[in-house]
């Protein structure tokens, strides 16, 4: 069985310096230069920021993959459906 990778000391501190300035609405997101408002973003920004600085972070989970395709899945099966009724 395989191991979870955790993130490292350099990563963790740089996403809690990133929320820090989420929190003091001093975060602003990047060429636009507009103040973010979203949690999401922010947190999404500073994972992005982790990994350029070299920090070790885990990528997605795979949980988003599976609601996607079922997203897909529903959307085809209203399509037949849509289809059979016409």
Known sequence: M???KKTT???RSKVKKVMKEYKEHKLSSGRSG???TNRKQAVAIALSEARQSGAKIPKKKAATKKK???KKKSATTKKSAAKKSK
Request: glycine share 8%; charged share 35%; proline share 0%.
């Open 2 to 4: 395989a191991t979870k």
């Open 9 to 11: 000391t350099k990563g």
């Open 34 to 36: 507009k103040k973010v």
């Open 68 to 70: 996607s395709a079922a």
